[in-house]
């Protein structure tokens, strides 16, 4: 009689033992999915409160970038021929970039005038197959000219001189304060090619961007994607910024840089949002 008793009373707290434990994994389910769906409640609020947060900044943003100018072709820096061949020596393309500031008004105040500019966080988030992709300063006179100028190399930033004369020496980075000029810059890319020799002399060679075909370079593996970000203050000493990304154009519907060079007109709608 004690043994049944004793081996009912092991079921009766076996059974407890299972559906307390059932209760427990329960308790510790509705516990994690508790827990996932305050996360996930409370990111949304966040996402919500910074978009409603740059919202409200965007509404005093003054100054943005709606046109972008490409200029792409190619060069090389040295040259050697025979009457048998040509031999090429650091081939490179080269793409000239003129980034219009707007800001949008007619009229000049304190508040849509530059003070300061400056780019940093320069970064290659893409980078040809081949080559060397460098960024340079340019001169908007020398804008679609193949001269490389070694001392305007960008490496880290750029800091803008702000000037409100009416003429100004634009071989250094200078800009009008009333964005009278475009923020000009070029991507090179150097030594794509180097000795390369060119047994065909039957045609000649034009030292452009179809240099690259007659060099069997692909367009494909020249592509190449530039981002930074751009800082301005303002005379209310207002500070905006804006992020750029830039696809180096090689085509443009039926025409590429092959065909000697190539220029794109890009509208784009880049807003400086004001976070100071």
């Known amino acids: 009689m004690k043994s049944k008793i004793s081996e009912l009373l092991k079921k009766i707290d076996t059974k407890k033992f299972i559906l307390t434990a059932i209760v427990i994994l329960l308790c510790i389910i509705l516990v994690i999915l508790l827990y996932y769906n305050l996360k996930t409640y409370f990111k949304k609020i966040s996402l ?17 970038i709606n046109k972008i100018v490409f200029f792409s072709s190619s060069d090389c820096k040295n040259k050697v021929s025979s009457k048998s061949n040509f031999t090429i020596e650091n081939l490179y393309s080269y793409t ?48 679609a000219n193949s001269t490389i100028v070694d001392t305007n190399l960008i490496n880290d930033s750029l800091n803008f001189s702000i000037t409100s004369e009416d003429t100004a020496d634009l071989s250094t980075p200078v800009l009008y304060n009333n964005c009278a000029n475009p923020i000009v810059l070029s991507y090179v890319n150097e030594n794509i090619k180097t000795d390369y020799t060119i047994t065909d002399t039957s045609i000649p060679i034009t030292y452009n961007g179809s240099l690259l075909q007659r060099c069997n370079v692909s367009l494909d593996s020249l592509k190449t994607t530039i981002a930074f970000n751009i800082f301005i203050t303002n005379n209310n000493d207002e500070k905006f910024k804006a992020f750029i990304s830039l696809d180096i154009p090689y085509t443009n519907n039926d025409e590429s840089i092959y065909n000697g060079s190539l220029i794109v007109k890009k509208d784009t709608n880049y807003l400086f949002y004001r976070y100071e």
């Open 48 to 64: 919500e409160n910074s978009y409603l947060t740059f919202s409200e900044k965007n509404k005093d943003t003054i100054f943005s």
């Open 96 to 143: 000239d970039m003129a980034l219009f500031i707007n800001n949008n008004s007619n009229e000049n105040t304190l508040k849509n005038t530059l003070k300061e500019v400056y780019i940093t966080d320069i970064k290659f988030t893409q980078t040809p197959i081949v080559g060397e992709p460098k960024l340079y300063y340019k001169d908007l006179n020398n804008f």
